[in-house]
């Protein structure tokens, strides 16, 4: 139990540099007091103590803001930050080194018997606010932003955001690379195109570079064609991109509303 103890407050030290020193974090930090409560509770819940369980569970939520059913299962160096305001339901699972932040809900979308709520792999994050729901699995590794709504799977490592939740899948970096450099071609910065952003905006700008780009690899074929037949059709200049054609709206320009 000790050596569990022991685990725990040196999870806060890897995952939150306020922590100060052990005495604070044994005394101070309500996420560890739900998480070893559960613990009592969870033991009492699989003996069959069901209501003395679900009587500690209350109590812990009374001390720490933080309602965690009895029934769930959580691994080890779990770690809540801040913490008030979260809800973890009978059936949820939540794997090793896990994180989740204040007003997180690992809730459910049934009212039937069985699996009713979210499985949380190793080493998965969850911001602020999010809600996670449903009988489905988060995989290792990945985050939920903060204030998102999930309710369908997540894979390993991918990040998930906004409402509905929807997964952000992280472009290969040579592919970034070539996108980056047909965006400098045309002499603007394409924002998103080359950041780890979330932005609907950014991702149809990139797919619309790969398409530019796959064009010109096959103009370049059919030139390379035409070359070896003898024709001089690819000699040709292709207009010039001047810089101002891709500058942005004036601010002084009158803005339409619609």
């Not at 400098?184 to 924002?191: I, N, Q, S």
């Amino acid at each position: 139990m000790f050596e569990r103890i022991r685990e725990d407050i040196q999870g806060v030290f890897h995952r939150d540099p306020a922590a100060r020193n052990a005495f604070e974090v044994l005394t101070c930090y309500p996420g560890l007091h739900a998480i070893w409560l559960h613990r009592v509770a969870h033991a009492l819940w699989i003996s069959g103590w069901k209501w003395l369980a679900r009587l500690v569970s209350n109590f812990s939520r009374w001390l720490t803001g933080i309602e965690i059913h009895p029934g769930a299962k959580i691994g080890r160096r779990f770690f809540i930050d801040h913490g008030m305001g979260i809800v973890i339901g009978e059936t949820a699972e939540i794997g090793d080194d896990v994180t989740l932040y204040q007003g997180v809900t690992l809730g459910g979308t049934s009212w039937n018997k069985g699996k009713r709520h979210p499985t949380l792999e190793d080493g998965v994050v969850v911001g602020a606010g999010a809600k996670v729901l449903g009988p489905f699995t988060v995989g290792a590794g990945a985050k939920i932003g903060s204030n998102a709504v999930v309710t369908k799977a997540v894979p390993a490592g991918a990040t998930a955001v906004g409402i509905p939740g929807r997964v952000i899948v992280k472009a290969d970096p040579e592919q970034e690379a070539k996108r980056q450099a047909i965006a400098e071609r045309f002499g603007f910065d394409a924002y998103g195109v080359g950041q780890d952003m979330p932005d609907p905006v950014a991702r149809a700008i990139g797919q619309l570079l790969d398409h530019v780009q796959a064009v010109d690899e096959r103009l370049d074929g059919m030139c390379k064609a035409l070359t070896a037949l003898g024709s001089d059709y690819c000699a040709k200049a292709l207009p010039e991109l001047r810089e101002e054609d891709f500058a942005g709206v004036k601010d002084d320009e009158p803005k339409s509303v619609v």
